[in-house]
């Protein structure tokens, strides 16, 4: 998000002393009832939960700050909670947790697995009823390119890596795990990795189960739904997307079906144009997200104290105003977000995996995290060289990316030494 006056962890708790965070810091759990400038929980929503849940979390919290059931869960949770993906002070952690950020999202793969390390370190201090704790498994067998699962793709990936990821968070259960990136139908509902999710929800390992996916949300959403087994859908949903309407009417399916709904890639690619001079009205494209009742909770990513302040204002306050839609109206350069139409992969001679090489690239510019970049890259099996057999591109971006130099770009990093990516 955007940054003013630069806050350290003590001018923060300062802040939040005199009134940053005092309304985040100062009552109960309850389900918030509707005032002018708040949000509700969806009736729809509203299901009873399909298992007995563990404690539900209590940190202290103001009125000023609503919550929503996350669908059949039984949980109700921040409307804005913390996609810790590219976070490594486990300070700031600290700081969103105390100041009523309890929902944190994590993945297997995140920083090679130190992002799970690292929160590890925060959590063995607080009481387990006090955070929601979601993280994601990816299958070294999912096809990027067609959204499908190899015939070797074997259920127990997901038990290992689960195994894996609870000894590193010092977790014996995890509250969300969700089968991570998922694209295309037949994926949602591959019958032997249902088997496997379903194992660790029966073994006690996960409360609940969830997929996320990042393009062809419509179609994800609703074999979610079909499946009749998870609990949650975390789906990119942006001011941005071109199909923006249709990925709203797969989310109000999805919660009038009882499922919880999280919106991730709320902020678009942060800047509307490569050159980085044009930075999005961050607080206001995380309220576009907020205003549909029927997303949940959003999981912003942020790495400094400014944005979590930003991120808390939205918190007690996601009325989004005038003048902050008018923000969102700003001319449509050429920026980072890649839309996942796919309209490119059929061009594409050498048939590369170009959204994921795209979100690889924003990243890495937009993101500012190359080791993600770098992470997402490897996992493609991409050729020796990329776009190096064909002297014009056949691929035309529907958005006008400059899809052979953005490819050409991104891959030089697959050979960077980890240490060098910070």
Request: proline content about 6%.
């Amino acid at each position: 998000m955007n940054k003013t006056k630069k806050l350290e962890r003590r001018d923060f708790l300062k802040l939040g002393a005199s009134g940053l965070a005092a309304g985040a810091l100062s009552a109960s759990c309850a389900t918030v009832a509707s005032k002018q400038g708040e949000t509700t929980v969806s009736p729809q929503a509203a299901q009873p939960p399909v298992s007995a849940p563990a404690a539900e979390p209590a940190p202290a919290k103001s009125a000023k700050s609503p919550r929503r059931m996350l669908g059949r869960t039984g949980i109700q949770v921040p409307i804005v909670s913390m996609g810790v993906m590219n976070a490594d002070n486990p300070n700031l952690v600290r700081a969103a947790l105390d100041g009523g950020i309890f929902l944190l999202d994590t993945a297997h793969g995140y920083q090679d697995g130190r992002n799970e390390e690292m929160l590890g370190t925060v959590l063995k201090d607080r009481k387990r009823d006090s955070f929601v704790l979601a993280t994601k498994v990816h299958l070294s067998t999912l096809d990027r390119k067609t959204g499908l699962f190899s015939k070797e793709t074997r259920g127990e990936e997901i038990e290992e890596k689960l195994d894996i990821s609870l000894k590193r968070l010092g977790l014996d259960q995890v509250d969300i795990l969700h089968l991570h990136n998922q694209s295309a139908r037949e994926g949602a509902l591959y019958p032997p990795v249902l088997k496997a999710l379903e194992k660790a929800k029966r073994d006690g390992k996960a409360r609940f189960l969830g997929l996320s996916t990042h393009k062809n949300e419509p179609e994800v959403i609703r074999a979610a739904v079909e499946a009749k087994l998870y609990d949650v859908v975390l789906t990119s949903y942006n001011f941005r997307q071109d199909h923006h309407l249709e990925v709203q009417k797969a989310v109000a399916e999805a919660a009038q079906a009882g499922l919880g709904i999280v919106a991730m890639k709320t902020q678009a690619g942060v800047y509307w144009d490569t050159a980085k001079r044009s930075p999005i009205n961050m607080t206001a494209a995380l309220k576009w997200a907020l205003r549909d009742p029927n997303v949940h909770t959003a999981i912003p990513g942020f790495t400094t104290f400014d944005q979590l302040q930003t991120d808390l204002a939205v918190l007690r306050d996601p009325t989004l105003t005038d003048d902050e839609k008018r923000s969102l109206e700003a001319p449509k350069l050429v920026g980072f977000f890649c839309q996942g139409c796919g309209q490119c992969l059929d061009p594409c001679l050498a048939k590369l995996p170009i959204p994921d090489l795209m979100r690889s690239f924003m990243y890495a510019h937009a993101y500012r995290n190359r080791e993600a970049a770098q992470a997402l890259l490897l996992e493609l099996g991409l050729p020796e060289s990329p776009c190096g057999d064909c002297d014009e591109c056949p691929v035309r971006c529907a958005k006008g990316f400059d899809v052979r130099q953005r490819v050409r770009d991104i891959v030089r990093l697959r050979g960077v030494p980890r240490e060098f990516l910070g």
